[in-house]
C-alpha cells in the first residue's frame, strides 16, 4: 500500500532545499514585478491606466499578495473569460490577455 502524498500546501522541505528554492528564481521573479510596475507606471503616466486591461491587472496584483492558495490559478481565472457559450456575435478581435464583458451597441430601429 502507498502512503498519501502531502498537499503541496503542507509540504515542508529541509532548510537548505528551502533555501534553493528561493536561490533559483528570485532575482527573475523580481525582474518580472518591476517589469509590472514599470508598465502602470507608464499606463498612468500617459492617461491609459483606465484601460479594463489595467484594471485587471490591479486586481490581480491583490490576489498575490491575499496570502492565500493556488495564486496562478486564482489569477489565470480571473484574467480570463468566464463564459461557457460562445457569443453570438464576435468582435473580430484576437485574445486581448484579460476578459472584458462584451459591449456591442443596440441597433437601431
Do not use: N
Amino acid at each position: 500500500m502507498t502512503k498519501p502524498r502531502p498537499s503541496r500546501t503542507s509540504a515542508r522541505l529541509p532548510a537548505a532545499a528551502q533555501r534553493a528554492v528561493v536561490d533559483h528564481s528570485f532575482v527573475p521573479v523580481r525582474a518580472k514585478l518591476i517589469e509590472v510596475a514599470a508598465f502602470l507606471d507608464r499606463v498612468e503616466r500617459y492617461g491609459a491606466a483606465g484601460d479594463f486591461r489595467c484594471a485587471a491587472l490591479r486586481q490581480a496584483a491583490k490576489i498575490l499578495v491575499d496570502g492565500k492558495p493556488a495564486r496562478a490559478r486564482r489569477i489565470l481565472e480571473q484574467l480570463s473569460d468566464p463564459t461557457t457559450q460562445p457569443d453570438a456575435i464576435t468582435s473580430g478581435k484576437a485574445a486581448l490577455g484579460a476578459w472584458q464583458k462584451p459591449s456591442f451597441p443596440k441597433r437601431a430601429k
